[in-house]
């Protein structure tokens, strides 16, 4: 099996990209449109998340008003749905912290526990190919917002 090759980063592809999350996304959740979008893949920082299997990739839709997540895993290279959304605000969170710069834990008081990394790009493995999502605006945004989120708690 060849590796995949890493396709060069364009403002198209970036696009395209989104578009794709926003579909998965929107797929999965009711008023999908009231939530912002980034993607995040799964923190390699907690001992705990090492031994959890899961999906590696997420769409994190977030919303000021009210505060709140929708944790929605999606499997990258089909772009398609991986698993159940969890939505974490203010009548289920348990805890939500920051581990370092960019890389979050969140639980609800049922149990669900996630551990997550929202960098300014992140590499998708799409089929055979690798496409950077540029999301540095976004970014700015969601950390402005996690901010708040963690400081709730």
Request: aromatic content about 10%; glycine content about 4%.
């Amino acid at each position: 099996m060849t590796p995949a090759s890493v396709s060069p980063i364009s403002p198209q592809d970036s696009t395209r990209l989104k578009n794709l999350l926003r579909q998965v996304f929107d797929s999965q959740i009711p008023n999908y449109g009231d939530y912002n979008l980034v993607c995040a893949r799964r923190s390699p920082l907690s001992d705990t998340d090492r031994d959890v299997a899961g999906p590696e990739y997420y769409v994190v839709g977030y919303r000021w008003q009210p505060l709140e997540i929708m944790m929605a895993p999606f499997e990258a290279g089909e772009m398609s749905p991986a698993g159940t959304p969890v939505e974490l605000n203010m009548t289920n969170l348990a805890h939500a912290v920051e581990l370092a710069p960019d890389h979050y834990e969140t639980a609800t008081s049922t149990g669900a526990i996630f551990y997550f990394e929202v960098p300014t790009t992140i590499d998708l493995p799409l089929l055979d190919s690798v496409r950077t999502l540029v999301q540095s605006e976004d970014y700015e945004d969601f950390t402005a917002f996690m901010t708040q989120f963690v400081t709730v708690d």
